[in-house]
């Protein structure tokens, strides 16, 4: 009696066994990871609103996506110098379409093409060049994009020439006198004369923040005139645009860099050796998320930029706030408001603004209106565990109310012509060259230290059933199972720990049908 039941246990054993084994025949469990990242860069330079056109200069770009399963990397670089020519613009790629890189640098011909439609000319002092790299492989690579801006300048010749050919009459009569004693004559003639020249030159420097007296003392109404003939009406120097992507086995870094630069208004104004009427430097910003592959998770960071502001008039300048009626002395603004200031210069800090020479009578705005801004970083959590990153972008707005410099004249727009394109097309057909979109903003508008980083990746690990194809040919019949053959014990069991409490109560159950069938 316990021979039959220590056989019928092991018989319903043998039986759920055979139940619990036999799909894993027909199919394999097969333990696959993913880990794969990526991430993009992108850097400006600079995106200019030109007296009514819209040109960029200095974009960079770095794309890059790596799968460690597939052993697969795939990536591309790019620089442009400016968007006025293809010839600034290069590309280098790696995996599915590979492309070499290198350098491309040109020197559009702007300035001789405005200045043959007898137009302000645009001057490009440098060429423009984009450059673009990528190399490496999966244990350790590198895509990296640079766009180089040139240097620019603007000519004060024909913007300002329609405002100072109306002071050309009064030079017989003013011309020789210096401009502090111009407040101190008393006859009728020259009270005439300073009356039109405060007019003309009150619009241009913002009509009561600048007493020229103040300004230039003992320089004759004449000297001042041919200056502001001769002089140019701005000159900007940027850094590069900088977009990188860099990765290892342990991490991936996507970062982009816009490199300071310094903008001078009216720099030759003051005379030879002196410093321009107003000044602005911008420094370095930056953008970047370092990738942990082996935690799943990205950490941004922004560098900010400043904006630092000098002039020798913040003193005696109606400083102000965009978006903020009425003025404000330089003590409130420093004071109050915590803008950083000190002797000649104020600086802002991200969130911050100002307005100079904008304090225009009966709501006209001075022809050199100019709002200053500093934006707000920006950081974006991504569902995969990955970071987008924005830095502080800066905006300002030069000359805005240069419209009203001359009645009837729209100097501040007159690029926004569209008989523009038609002069400029045989030439635009023979080099390539763009000039770009038209825009309704006046003056001239500076975009600056634009940069953005992402990065992010998965890394997924899961068991993945894979059943084998039934087969297209009709099975052959079925046979007898031949006789069990008894296998040595090699260790561990041929099911889960899941499957035991399962198991043994069928086998307990089978044992007990046993013992009441032999009662």
């Not at 860069?41 to 200069?57: V, Y």
């Not at 209106?369 to 990153?389: F, R």
Request: proline letters at 7%.
């Amino acid at each position: 009696m316990r021979k039959i039941h220590s056989l019928g246990l092991v018989g319903a054993v043998a039986l759920v066994l055979a139940a619990v084994v036999a799909p894993a025949a027909n199919g394999a469990v097969t333990r696959v990871e993913t880990d794969q990242f990526s991430g993009v860069a992108s850097a400006q330079a600079l995106d200019l609103s030109l007296l009514g056109r819209k040109l960029t200069f200095g974009i960079a770009s770095a794309d890059s996506a790596a799968n460690v399963v597939t052993n697969s990397l795939n990536q591309k670089a790019s620089g442009i110098g400016t968007l006025l020519s293809p010839k600034t613009a290069i590309t280098a790629a790696q995996g599915e379409t590979p492309t070499e890189g290198g350098r491309a640098c040109f020197q559009p011909p702007l300035g001789e093409a405005l200045a043959g439609a007898n137009l302000p000319s645009l001057l490009i002092g440098e060429v423009a060049c984009g450059e673009a790299i990528t190399k490496g492989d999966l244990t350790n690579f590198e895509a990296i994009g640079t766009g180089t801006v040139a240097s620019l300048k603007l000519n004060a010749t024909q913007i300002l020439k329609p405002a100072l050919d109306i002071l050309q009459p009064l030079l017989g009569t003013v011309g020789n006198t210096p401009v502090g004693e111009l407040l101190k004559v008393t006859d009728a003639p020259t009270k005439t004369a300073v009356t039109t020249l405060n007019g003309v030159l009150g619009s241009l420097l913002g009509q009561g923040s600048v007493v020229l007296p103040t300004l230039e003392p003992s320089q004759t109404v004449t000297n001042l005139v041919d200056r502001l003939q001769d002089s140019d009406l701005l000159r900007v120097n940027i850094g590069n645009a900088i977009a990188k992507n860099t990765g290892t086995p342990e991490k991936f870094v996507s970062e982009s860099i816009a490199q300071g630069g310094t903008i001078e208004v009216l720099p030759a104004f003051r005379g030879l050796g002196l410093p321009p009427l107003l000044k602005i430097t911008t420094g370095e910003s930056g953008a970047s998320v370092a990738y942990n592959r082996g935690e799943a998770k990205g950490v941004g960071s922004a560098k900010n930029t400043l904006v630092r502001i000098e002039s020798e008039l913040l003193p005696t300048l109606g400083l102000g706030q965009i978006g903020v009626a009425g003025l404000k002395p330089l003590e409130t603004l420093t004071g109050t408001l915590g803008i950083k200031g000190g002797p000649g210069f104020i600086e802002l800090a991200p969130g911050q603004n100002v307005t100079l020479f904008c304090d225009g009578v009966l709501g006209v705005v001075g022809a050199l209106c100019t709002e200053i801004s500093v934006g707000m970083p920006k950081e974006t959590k991504l569902p995969d565990g990955g970071i987008k990153e924005e830095s502080a972008g800066v905006s300002i707005h030069l000359f805005k109310g240069l419209n009203s410099l001359v009645p009837g004249l729209n100097l501040g727009s007159i690029l926004g012509n569209a008989a523009l394109d038609t002069v400029l097309a045989p030439l635009s057909g023979a080099t390539g060259l763009a000039l770009g979109e038209k825009t309704d903003v006046p003056g001239i508008r500076l975009a600056l230290a634009q940069t953005v980083a992402q990065a992010g990746g998965t890394k997924v690990m899961q068991n993945v059933e894979e059943r084998q194809r039934a087969a297209v040919a009709e099975p052959p019949p079925a046979q007898a199972p031949a006789p069990a053959v008894a296998l040595p014990r090699t260790g561990g069991l041929p099911f889960t720990p899941a499957a035991i409490p399962a198991l043994l109560g069928m086998s307990l159950g089978a044992a007990t049908l046993v013992r009441r069938r032999m009662k």
